[in-house]
């Protein structure tokens, strides 16, 4: 076995090991032991460095396709999730990317801690690849726009609310004075990892559960 794959299984065991009472929500660094913080941000470290697709933006891009779950984070936006009001919790966040037409949308389910009310968050966005003064080609680095914030409530007490979903269409916010941006710094394809321009660890992992949900627009 290569040391990429040692790298990924002792990764994932990892996550599956801080996962197993966040019922689907993404763990963060603020709920951990920094000690084990600490681990993970080393074996992922070490995992990027094994990357088998260095630049996807030009010779793995179709890797991206698709829904992933988000296992892992320490960006400020995915710990907020953890102090929703109203008695709110999220629960599986997901990112769906459109290679084509260079779009993508992130979704994250939540719901009332006593069941009253079920629902999803979306943010629409469109992404570029970047082609620094280095190269004439895209490597890993793509720059982020955010479009629309949909909020929707699909249940109340168990009873469908098709006329709340969405019950509320927003503009989303993008950072003031610079460009949202994200480096792919591991990709294959069943894990991907990120870094934000803010240095924030995204480990998503591919997933096929979405395909069930159709309503998704």
Known sequence: MTNQLLLKEKLQAKLAEIQINSAGSPVT????????????????????????????????AAL???AWQLQYSTAREIRSLDSLPLGLKVGKVYQVI???????????????????????????????????????????????????????IEKIIGIDTPQLNPFKVVSANNPQGRVASLDITYLDETLRIGRG?????????????????????
């Open 98 to 152: 459109d290679v084509a037409n260079k779009l993508f949308f992130n979704l994250a389910f939540v719901q009332h801690s006593l069941g009253l009310i079920s629902g999803y968050v979306k943010v629409t966005a469109r992404f570029e690849p970047v082609i620094d003064d280095k190269s004439s080609a895209p490597d890993k680095r793509i720059n982020v726009y955010f479009d629309k914030r949909y909020l929707s």
């Open 197 to 217: 321009g803010d240095g924030s660890l995204f480990i998503l992992q591919k997933s096929d559960e979405l395909c069930k949900r159709l309503f998704i627009k």
């Open 64 to 66: 991206l396709e698709g």
């Open 29 to 60: 660094n603020v709920k951990l032991d920094q000690t084990i913080a600490a681990e993970i941000e080393q074996i992922t470290t070490e995992l990027e460095s094994c990357n088998p697709n260095p630049q996807p933006l030009l010779n793995a």
